[in-house]
């Protein structure tokens, strides 16, 4: 599959310690298949992902950045996907706004129960990500000409 | 720069058959920082961690990485093998390239690269660790029981009789749980009262357990070995001090219509009543919704009628708040409801009910005194059917996709008490599969079939239709046949799925206790911590974990109890070291941290600081490193950067997002 | 303007104030700044206030509140909710601060003058708070040149939060409406464009950004010890290589880190030397604030909760932005 030259893209997944990372886990265990495009980061919880990292990851040449944590209300530390969900949602508008191409980042609830919709949710990921291609424009947000 | 020994674990063939692990070796071979780099077949194995041991003696490594399974598998193992080594063993990072790569990936060149990958990352990582040191925690040697059925009893009698003191929540007015609804227990056939109630009375009497019925938690704070929580004692509109549970309001109570949920609403009870005869603690309630009093404001006349003045119309909830080391979760189960299920004509036919509500009916405390007959008519049945699986098993989104393990046995149990009390009633069992594993249960469903006569068919029941003659028609398919059969029975019973006791989803909400699709509580290990939750201090006790029989949560309530106990012996936890720590010189002392702690363990002080030689008073957040857990909300609240997490730093995700995305 | 510095004056004289905060007039007739006043000789000589005292001044209450004493500041309306915020965040000492709330009839923006065509200024006239502020008259080199008021203002000033004051001990002079436009009409313009269009515009317009970060320094919510992207807190190889993580995404996280804090103030767009419209990202965050958590004005008050560290259990889930479509 590698030896083509199908565009292979970068991908950050951030999962929390507790649910998602878990969640990740039983989908290998399971051996559910995904694409190895994904690269996990283990974060205690979705509330210790700084938007920073995100554009960081994209700045560095990410196509796709995916955080993945307890559903709400099912947080370990009772609150913090909550206050998550608010920063994701500012951010991502904001990539949005600028011109950033719809689909780049996402936010999926994967409980450690989900490994099927752990392998599930980043083929879909995976796919979208392929389908818009090389993610070129945030890299370029600030060259000068 | 770190000195920085990887590991590359073979894990037999689990990892080495997809990730090439010799190339991975020597790629990161060259990695700047690399002082040391092997492979070996099992990395947790003695020899395998005897090799970091000598490859931190012999290089002198400052910092280890272990490419293998999960962290949360063997984190903990490589951890202490560093400590052995004389590393702080928070100097260990895992590249989990195993559940992460390996067994998801088919192609092994692609496999390799992102195990290098994957390893780069942990080596980014890695070379900006540094030794923590966890602190310490004091324990509460204090249990929580939540539930009193037969797991919760058995969990507090096992604790208490350990020497701790625990008390037992439970949300209705006696303990007993469900346990208490049956009649007999398979495969002994034991009366299950009769087993019980010692239990209930020996939790009751026993001096280091307190029982707090009619009650619910409210609140839960802290974390393990300190629990801070809210019991709601809720208003029994009785003295619980005064009440000698004589039973004369019970009888008196003008207001008998509340169907009785202990008889599963096949009969009615007072508004002022004890669920049944054997109740613990025998002192009524009040159904505040039912009551006359209550509603109308007139009546009063289990006031005029108690001897002992216990009732008493004014009381309210109280609570009550307690601290605790461990809390044992024992919630239960309740049938599923039936509202999908239109072809049994559960709703539209008395002579239509479930599992456990025949066993009300067979129990000579039951609305038929145990007599076995039809509840529309009262006639004595000639034909009883059996439906297996009403719910359990289910692919569609009508029921629930997991067998409720109980059933099976139940079902040969009811079929053979009532051939063996009535042999003129003819007994049909409908089934997908009979699953009989457990001691002497294979025996006890032959001997149903066998000595009992009782008529087994595999197939579905397709429709049960009430007919004008009251009786039932069944239709079904015969599938060892392959014919589509009718019968005409007097009874249908359904073994209906059993789901976790619908509270559970909010206690597991206040223990932060995760749950899975089911409603079941998550176990931390499937097989080898199936009594914790990942949740630290909250243990497992019956159904809420999984379908059980009665010696699977005895045993289980056993097991979470140890579990317990072995928390609550300890007079010092270690805490995570992993929690947040603010920089002074930063520190804006704007409390925007503060506002995102869900632990409350970010207070502010002024202090001198010396920024680079001017001196001034300053507020700045500290963190106390006993109530921080860690989960890092206060590091992105931070505007300044001056609030990090240790073990989970900002520029160590950053080495790692970079490491991954080069 | 006299009365100003008359009761400045009464009340360093009284001792209720060992210093003012104020304004003092530039070089050139039309670039006052921001000034300390410790004498009545030093108030008569220099203070200034009018229309081009843009300046807002509470960020300086930060350092002031760490003098001995208290400080006369003059705070504009829109200013006040700065002040608001600064003590909610216990960046400024209420009780150092003297407040007079002086009155606004809307701040002039000498690149908008420039704009219209108009070279070689020497001064304005018109801009005092006693004049109509309909016209402007432009005395420049090649004579006199009439401007309309209006049309010489601030981008914020036409989307004015209105003028009462959120927090003063006194109010003087009087404010005038200025608002004729819709807050949020600029941010839906480029909402309305297709992604590569908005890619394109803040490209060209961030790519004018020289990082002289007089946007950072005058932002009265950007008011920590240090800046994270002065720091080694969270990447210590790109300190030494501009071209890289913080030159690209400054604007944004800048942005992201005074979100829910900003007050709307638009001073970064002020003082940008390069004229980009920084405030559109400020506010495209307060739009999507408003939207999705309900409205919510920064310095308000001292108190309320900002909204990113707030929630709801039924806050929307990220995924709206993509299914608006």
């Given amino acids: ?145 | 720069m770190q000195r920085i020994g990887v590991f590359v674990c073979h894990c037999g063939s689990n990892i080495a058959a997809t990730v090439d692990v010799k190339k991975v070796v020597e790629i990161i071979s060259q990695e700047p920082g690399v002082a040391h780099c092997e492979d070996y077949q099992y990395m947790c194995s003695e020899a395998g961690q005897a090799k970091i041991l000598e490859a931190v003696k012999e290089k002198n490594l400052s910092g280890i990485v272990v490419c293998s399974c999960s962290p949360r598998m063997h984190e903990g193992t490589f951890r202490k093998a560093a400590e052995r080594a004389g590393l702080n063993p928070y100097m260990v990072e895992i590249a989990n390239i195993r559940e992460h790569c390996s067994w998801i990936h088919k192609d092994m060149e692609e496999a390799t690269e992102k195990a290098v990958i994957l390893a780069r990352a942990a080596i980014a990582k890695v070379n900006l660790n540094a030794p923590l040191y966890p602190g310490e925690s004091r324990v509460t040697k204090r249990a929580l029981v939540i539930g009193g059925g037969i797991a919760g009893i058995q969990t507090a009698l096992d604790i208490a009789d350990a020497g701790y003191e625990v008390d037992i929540v439970e949300k209705t007015p006696s303990i007993g749980g469900r346990m208490s609804q049956l009649d007999k227990t398979f495969p002994t056939l034991d009366c299950s009262a009769c087993i019980l109630t010692p239990k209930m009375v020996e939790a009751a009497a026993h001096e280091k357990i307190t029982i707090y019925t009619y009650s619910e938690v409210d609140k839960v704070t802290g974390f393990v070995g300190d629990f801070t929580v809210d019991i709601r004692k809720k208003a029994r509109s009785i003295d619980m001090d005064k009440c000698t549970g004589c039973g004369v309001c019970q009888e008196k109570c003008p207001s008998k219509k509340t169907p009785s949920e202990f008889n599963r609403g096949l009969n009615t009870r007072s508004a002022i009543y004890t669920p049944f005869a054997q109740a613990i603690p025998n002192v009524p309630v009040i159904d505040r919704e039912a009551c006359i009093k209550f509603k109308t404001g007139k009546c009063g006349l289990c006031e005029k009628v108690c001897q002992a003045g216990a009732i008493n119309y004014e009381q309210t909830d109280e609570i009550v708040t307690e601290k605790y080391g461990a809390i044992v979760v024992a919630t239960g189960f309740d049938t599923i409801k039936l509202d999908n299920y239109d072809e049994y004509a559960y709703n539209q036919s008395p002579d239509v009910i479930t599992s456990l509500e025949l066993e009300r009916v067979m129990n000579a405390a039951g609305p038929t005194k145990g007599h076995l007959e039809r509840l529309s008519d009262g006639k004595h049945p000639e034909h009883i059917v059996f439906v297996q699986c009403v719910g359990s098993r289910c692919n569609d989104n009508r029921g629930k996709s997991y067998c409720s393990k109980i059933c099976c046995m139940y079902t040969a149990k009811h079929a053979m008490l009532i051939r063996d009390k009535y042999p003129d009633v003819k007994v049909t069992v409908f089934y997908i599969d009979v699953r009989t594993p457990g001691k002497n249960f294979d025996e006890f469903y032959r001997r149903a079939v066998e000595e009992y006569g009782v008529n087994y068919i595999k197939g579905q029941v397709g429709k049960v239709a009430p007919q004008s003659d009251g009786s039932l028609l069944v239709q079904a398919s015969d599938l060892l046949d392959n014919k589509q059969i009718k019968l005409k029975a007097d009874m249908v019973v359904l073994a209906t799925a059993i789901e976790p006791d619908p509270s559970v989803r909010r206690i597991a909400t206040m223990l932060t206790a995760s749950i899975d699709t089911n409603n079941f509580l998550t176990e931390s290990h499937a097989k080898l911590r199936p009594v914790e939750s990942p949740t630290a201090g909250i243990f497992l006790s019956g159904v809420c974990q999984g379908p059980k029989d009665i010696p699977e949560t005895v045993a289980q309530a056993g097991a979470a109890a140890v579990k317990a106990i072995g928390l609550l012996a300890k007079d010092k936890l270690l805490t995570n070291p992993c929690t947040a720590k603010s920089d002074e010189l930063l520190c804006n002392g704007c409390s925007v941290c503060a506002n995102v702690c869900p632990y409350g363990a970010i207070s502010y002080e002024v202090v001198q600081v010396n920024d680079h030689g001017i001196r001034e008073d300053r507020r700045v957040a500290r963190v106390n490193n006993a109530l921080c857990q860690g989960c890092g909300a206060c590091t992105v609240a931070c505007p300044s950067g001056a609030m990090d997490l240790q073990g989970f730093s900002n520029r160590q995700i950053i080495a790692e997002v970079d490491a991954i995305c080069r | 303007m006299q009365r100003l510095i008359d009761r400045a004056k009464e009340l360093l004289a009284d001792g209720t104030v060992v210093r003012v905060l104020g304004w003092k007039k530039g070089d050139l007739g039309f670039n006052p700044e921001p000034a300390y006043f410790e004498t009545a000789e030093a108030l008569d000589s220099d203070f200034i206030y009018d229309g081009f005292c843009g300046a807002n001044l509470s960020k300086y209450m930060i350092e002031a509140s760490k003098k001995d004493g208290k400080t006369l500041v003059f705070l504009k309306p829109c200013d006040t909710y700065s002040f608001n915020q600064l003590i909610k965040e216990h960046r400024v000492d209420r009780e150092k601060a003297y407040i007079i709330g002086v009155g606004c009839k809307g701040k002039l923006d000498i690149e908008k003058i420039k704009a219209m065509g108009v070279k070689g200024i020497l001064s304005v006239e018109g801009a005092s708070m006693d004049s109509e502020c309909e016209t402007l008259t432009v005395k420049t080199l090649y004579g006199d040149k009439e401007v309309s008021y209006n049309e010489a203002m601030l981008e914020r000033c036409h989307v004015c939060k209105g003028k009462e004051h959120q927090i003063a001990d006194e109010v003087m002079l009087e404010s005038r409406d200025t608002k004729d436009a819709e807050r949020f009409a600029e941010v839906e313009k480029i909402e309305a464009m297709s992604p590569l269009e908005k890619f394109e515009f803040f490209k060209k317009e961030l790519s004018k950004c020289i990082r002289c970060n007089a946007c950072r320094n005058v932002c009265p919510a950007c008011s920590c010890r240090k800046c994270v992207f002065d720091s080694t807190k969270f990447d210590e190889a790109t300190k030494a290589n501009v071209d890289s993580f913080e030159e690209k995404m400054f604007h944004i996280i800048r942005a992201f880190h005074v979100a829910g804090r900003c007050t709307d103030c638009g001073e970064c767009s002020r003082v940008c030397p390069q004229g980009i419209p920084l405030h559109l990202f400020n506010r495209k965050f307060i739009k999507d604030i408003d939207t999705f958590y309900g409205e919510f004005q920064a310095g308000e008050d001292t108190e309320t909760k900002g909204p990113l560290t707030n929630f709801t259990f039924d806050d929307v889930e990220p995924s709206i932005v993509t299914e608006r479509g």
């Avoid at chain 1, 990372?21 to 051996?31: E, F, K, N, P």
């Avoid at chain 1, 796709?64 to 370990?76: A, S, T, Y």
């Fill in chain 1, 1 to 145: 599959m590698s030896m083509n030259n199908e565009f292979r893209p970068k991908i950050v997944a951030f999962c929390c310690n507790w649910c998602s990372y878990a969640g990740a886990d039983l989908a290998g265990s399971s051996r559910l298949q995904y694409p190895a495009d994904v690269k996990i980061i283990r974060v205690p919880c979705s509330c210790r992902v700084n938007p920073m990292f995100i554009l960081r990851a994209f700045e560095k040449g990410a196509d796709g950045v995916i955080m993945c944590g307890c559903h709400p209300g099912d947080c370990h530390y009772s609150t913090g996907n909550y206050y998550a969900r608010r920063r994701m949602t500012l951010l991502f508008s904001m990539l949005e706004y600028l011109g950033i191409e719809n689909g780049r980042t996402r936010v999926e609830w994967v409980s450690a129960a989900e490994g099927v919709k752990f392998s599930t949710t980043m083929n879909e990921f995976v796919d979208k990500i392929r389908s818009l291609g090389e993610n070129v424009r945030l890299g370029d947000l600030r060259c000068k000409d």
